[in-house]
């Protein structure tokens, strides 16, 4: 496979440590990639729904579950620790055995689709379409042969060519779903703009890594990822439960209630995992780079606790402004849910982004057990929402139990991460308490008055704005962490 020597990015690819500033700032075009991968997604399930019927836009939405729910299950973290390997292993050597690990977890996930494919098409409703299923085990495949050097680059502060890995193959694959929908692919657009996506991660992470494509073995880096990856095939297994809720409906409810499921909280939690993505791997190498030179890990801990608090209150608070006339305009009346649904949504969603406090020190210490008892801890939350849709309950009953559990889900994860780590727990408590009880507040202002003019609606929402940034920037300027995010930027 042909690669590219480092060019442009040749100051950004120093070793952690020896740049002095810009480092969040030097993040930007990977903050750009991960919107379009979050706004792709969002734009194919748009047309989808429009393109296709309620029932066959259901069946290609159960089509990205399963493949989901497969990959979380087996997911050890090899991206994860190209960036963050110690430095004594060789690069050229411990890449090889990554790809080789890599290859191997491809090929048995692929054998496990292609066997399951009949399973998949009985749950869903859709027995004649079983050989649509099993294509996912060739995409699975396929992405094996993915050349991990671009992604160890993040570790020196080079985003730009994962940025554009990402960017170019979301927008590829959202071109070519929407051909094949608009062709009469039916469900099976989704499998082209799969395997469309896949071929361009492939082609540019070979053209744009600086090291060379080959497998190899080395001892030492296999023991090396195995004992970080091991605690996180548990997370994988919580983090499958975790998603488990568009399962549960569809299994229950049928795929025109997964599709309309999907857009009203599937849609509104799409960038969360993207965002995910991007904070982890934007503060990665500041707890590496922290570690590395022995320095005290508070300050940036809180700083990185506010910074997530924030935006998981913005998020949640823009989903309960906003949510349900966005969706009923974009998607049309058929998918527009009631303001309630989407107070809850944003409650679980802020949750849930809050349940990253640990992640990227954990990632940077090696602590990966913390990761997986965090996904424990949620996936269990998963439960009562299970019990309530089975006995019979609405959509926004089940949103109320998930998001309850994982609340009492996160307050135990943060008594683990104080433990683990040196967070001011004051700072902490803070964080974690005021997402939840500003946008609480509107999900009971919203059953208490479900007939509220938007305009009432609005300048409520505005209130809790103010007061929430005003506690927000008091907090700040007490702790410092303002002052510590403005260094790092």
């Not at 896949?198 to 030492?220: A, F, I, K």
């Not at 929402?461 to 007061?467: F, G, H, P, R, S």
Request: glycine content about 8%; proline content about 5%.
């Amino acid at each position: 496979m042909s690669h590219s020597t480092v060019t442009a990015d040749e100051e950004l690819a120093a070793p952690a440590g020896q740049r002095t500033g810009h480092k969040l700032a030097s993040s930007t075009p990977l903050l750009l990639a991960n919107l379009v991968e979050a706004l792709a997604p969002l734009l194919r399930n748009i047309a989808l729904a429009h393109f296709l019927p309620p029932g066959q836009f259901g069946l290609a939405i159960s089509l990205a579950v399963v493949l989901g729910l497969i990959e979380v299950l087996s997911d050890f973290g090899l991206p994860v620790f190209a960036i963050r390997k110690p430095d004594e292993l060789p690069s050229a050597e411990a890449l090889a055995t990554l790809h080789s690990m890599s290859l191997i977890r491809s090929a048995v996930l692929a054998l496990i689709l292609i066997g399951l494919s009949p399973l998949f098409a009985q749950v869903f409703d859709a027995r004649s379409s079983h050989w649509v299923y099993a294509l996912l085990g060739p995409v699975v495949l396929l992405r094996g042969f993915e050349n991990l050097g671009v992604k160890e680059m993040v570790r020196r502060y080079a985003f730009k060519r994962e940025a554009v890995v990402i960017a170019s193959a979301q927008t590829i694959g959202l071109v070519a779903t929407l051909v094949a929908a608009l062709t009469g692919a039916g469900m099976a657009a989704m499998i082209v703009g799969m395997i469309a996506s896949t071929c361009m991660t492939l082609l540019l992470s070979h053209v744009l890594s600086p090291v060379p494509y080959r497998l190899g073995w080395q001892p030492e880096t296999a023991r090396e990822a195995a004992a970080f990856g091991r605690p996180l095939l548990i997370n994988g297994a919580a983090v499958a439960l975790m998603t488990c809720d568009r399962l549960l409906v569809g299994a229950m409810l049928g795929p025109v209630a997964l599709a309309l499921y999907n857009v009203a909280y599937g849609t509104a939690t799409l960038p969360r995992s993207i965002l995910a993505r991007f904070l982890t791997n934007a503060f990665l190498p500041l707890f590496v780079e922290q570690r590395d030179q022995g320095r005290g890990a508070r300050p940036l801990l809180d700083a990185w606790a506010l910074c997530l608090s924030a935006i998981a209150f913005l998020y949640g608070w823009g989903l309960a402004l906003l949510g349900d006339r966005a969706l009923g305009l974009v998607f049309g009346p058929l998918y527009q849910p009631s303001r309630l649904f989407m107070c809850l949504t944003g409650l679980s969603v802020g949750v849930k982004i809050l349940t990253l406090l640990p992640a990227p020190a954990a990632y940077a210490n090696g602590v990966t057990r913390l990761i997986s008892w965090g996904s424990i801890l949620s996936a269990v939350s998963i439960l009562p929402a299970a019990i309530s849709i089975y006995g019979g309950s609405t959509l926004e009953v089940f949103v109320l139990v998930m998001a309850v559990a994982e609340f009492c889900a996160l307050l135990a994860l943060a008594r683990l991460a104080c433990q683990a780590f040196p967070f001011t727990r004051s700072t902490l408590a803070f964080a974690v308490l005021l997402p939840f009880a500003s946008v609480g507040a509107l999900a009971l202002l919203a059953v208490m008055a479900p007939a509220m003019t938007f305009a009432d609606w609005a300048a409520t929402c505005a209130t809790i704005l103010v007061c929430a940034l005003f506690a927000y920037g008091v907090v700040l300027r007490r702790t410092g962490a303002g002052t510590v995010l403005f260094a790092q930027w």
